[in-house]
């Protein structure tokens, strides 16, 4: 963690794929959502896990 730390320190952009929410939350200040391979939201962590969190809600509603 302290290197990537350092890295991201150094770096203007830095892009990162993970499936990790508090890695996302402690390394980023912006967030992509993505479906199906394409970008269907872009802006806050917050509000992209918030988003993130409404899609995986009616998946499982709609999935019983």
Known sequence: MRRMEEFIGKSRIMVLASHSED?????????????????????????VFARYHELLAQDRAHHR
Do not use: E, H, P, Y
Not at 30 to 46: E, N, S, W, Y
């Open 23 to 47: 890695l996302i939350r402690s390394a980023c200040n912006k967030a992509a959502l993505m479906q199906a391979g394409r970008i269907v939201m872009f802006g806050t962590v917050d509000d």
